[in-house]
C-alpha cells in the first residue's frame, strides 16, 4: 500500500496557524498494476479523486464501478481496448469510469519529450486536487502530477 501524507502550516488570519493533513491512500492492487504498466510500456492516466469531485470528466467515459484490481486496470490501458487511451477515474478501491477525456495543461510546456497524456495529467491536477499516475507508452517511465506538477 502507498501513503501519501502531506503536512503543511495554515496561517488562519483569526486563529494563527493551524495544522493541515491530507491522506490519501492508494489501494493495494495499484503499485503491481502501474510497475506493470510501466515495465511492458503500456501508457496509462490514472486519476484518483481525492475531496473535489470529478463527476464532470468522468461523464467523457465508460462507467466502470468495480472494485480495483490489477487485473481489471490493466484491462482497461489495453493497447487495443476502446478505453487504452483515455484516463481511469480511481476512487477509493473502485473505479468509477475509463477512457475519460481530461483538459490538456494551459502552462507553457517546454519539455517536447511529453505527451497528451502528460498534458492531461498537468491539466486535470491544475483544475482538481486529485493526484494522477501517468506511465509513458514511449519510455515506460512512471511520473506523478499534482497541484499543476508533474
Not at 505527451?115 to 512512471?142: C, K, L, N, P, Q
Request: proline fraction near 5%; include cysteine; charged fraction near 20%.
Amino acid at each position: 500500500m502507498i501513503i501519501k501524507i502531506i503536512d503543511s502550516t495554515i496561517a488562519n488570519a483569526n486563529t494563527g496557524p493551524t495544522r493541515s493533513h491530507i491522506l490519501t491512500i492508494i489501494d493495494d492492487d495499484l503499485p503491481p498494476s502501474v510497475e506493470f504498466l510501466s515495465s511492458n510500456k503500456i501508457g496509462a492516466l490514472i486519476v484518483i479523486e481525492q475531496k473535489a469531485p470529478l463527476e464532470e470528466y468522468s461523464e467523457s467515459g465508460i462507467q466502470i464501478q468495480a472494485n480495483l484490481t490489477s487485473e481489471l486496470l490493466c484491462s482497461l490501458f489495453w493497447p487495443g481496448s476502446p478505453t487504452h487511451d483515455g484516463a481511469v477515474i480511481v476512487n477509493g478501491n473502485q473505479i468509477t469510469t475509463a477512457g475519460c477525456l481530461l483538459p490538456l495543461t494551459r502552462s507553457k510546456v517546454t519539455d517536447k519529450r511529453l505527451g497528451t497524456r502528460h498534458m492531461s495529467a498537468i491539466g486535470i491536477s491544475e483544475e482538481t486536487d486529485a493526484f494522477i499516475i501517468v506511465v509513458s507508452e514511449e519510455t515506460g517511465t512512471i511520473s506523478v502530477a499534482e497541484n499543476g506538477n508533474l
